[in-house]
């Protein structure tokens, strides 16, 4: 196993990365991730943050492994503007924190993904600062991935690593939708 309690971090706290940036692939390095670490039979958990709870790709492909659990607790695209949009968002995202915060102190996983969280912050749905208090709570073997663009700075400040993803090119931009299998 990969936890604390086998061996993982014996001389050092578990890192916190932020995943960020406008391009693609921030969820996808959680999932990798979480899907690796899981094989090793170390519990993880993804908890998405704006992800509607539908049955998409990555959902169904979570369910098949061992020791891994996602968990999502959105409304869906962010449309601040529709009537009573943010509202409905601002309750998702107090509950999927809440739910986040007894996870994490919970001790039962080796890593836990906070999908989506940067942009949940960067909306307003949950504040930097519940973040920041949350990584200087963390158990000290927990590792977290906290991801999603615009991730706020006090939280790349507080993490151990920062990765952006950028886009070069991507067949969005000519118009292609998003494909089964690829995007979702």
């Given at each position: 196993?990969?936890?604390?309690?086998?061996?993982?971090?014996?001389?050092?706290?578990?890192?916190?990365?932020?995943?960020?940036?406008?391009?693609?692939?921030?969820?996808?390095?959680?999932?990798?991730?979480?899907?690796?670490?899981?094989?090793?039979?170390?519990?993880?958990?993804?908890?998405?943050?704006?992800?509607?709870?539908?049955?998409?790709?990555?959902?169904?492909?979570?369910?098949?492994?061992?020791?891994?659990?996602?968990?999502?607790?959105?409304?869906?695209?962010?449309?601040?503007?529709?009537?009573?949009?943010?509202?409905?968002?601002?309750?998702?995202?107090?509950?999927?924190?809440?739910?986040?915060?007894?996870?994490?102190?919970?001790?039962?996983?080796?890593?836990?993904?906070?999908?989506?969280?940067?942009?949940?912050?960067?909306?307003?749905?949950?504040?930097?600062?519940?973040?920041?208090?949350?990584?200087?709570?963390?158990?000290?073997?927990?590792?977290?991935?906290?991801?999603?663009?615009?991730?706020?700075?006090e939280i790349m400040e507080a993490a151990t690593a920062v990765i952006e993803m950028k886009e070069i090119k991507h067949p969005f931009s000519k118009g292609v939708k998003a494909r089964k299998g690829i995007e979702f």
């Open positions: 196993k990969l936890s604390n309690r086998g061996g993982r971090y014996r001389d050092s706290v578990a890192p916190v990365e932020v995943i960020t940036g406008d391009g693609k692939g921030k969820t996808t390095y959680c999932l990798g991730k979480a899907a690796l670490i899981s094989c090793f039979e170390t519990p993880c958990a993804i908890l998405q943050f704006i992800k509607s709870p539908h049955a998409y790709g990555e959902v169904k492909a979570i369910n098949k492994f061992p020791n891994l659990r996602i968990n999502t607790m959105g409304e869906g695209f962010l449309d601040m503007d529709e009537k009573g949009g943010k509202q409905k968002h601002l309750n998702a995202a107090a509950l999927a924190w809440e739910i986040a915060a007894k996870e994490i102190s919970s001790h039962k996983y080796g890593l836990v993904a906070l999908d989506e969280i940067n942009i949940a912050t960067h909306y307003g749905l949950i504040s930097a600062s519940q973040v920041k208090e949350m990584l200087d709570k963390k158990p000290e073997d927990l590792q977290l991935l906290l991801s999603g663009r615009s991730a706020h700075p």
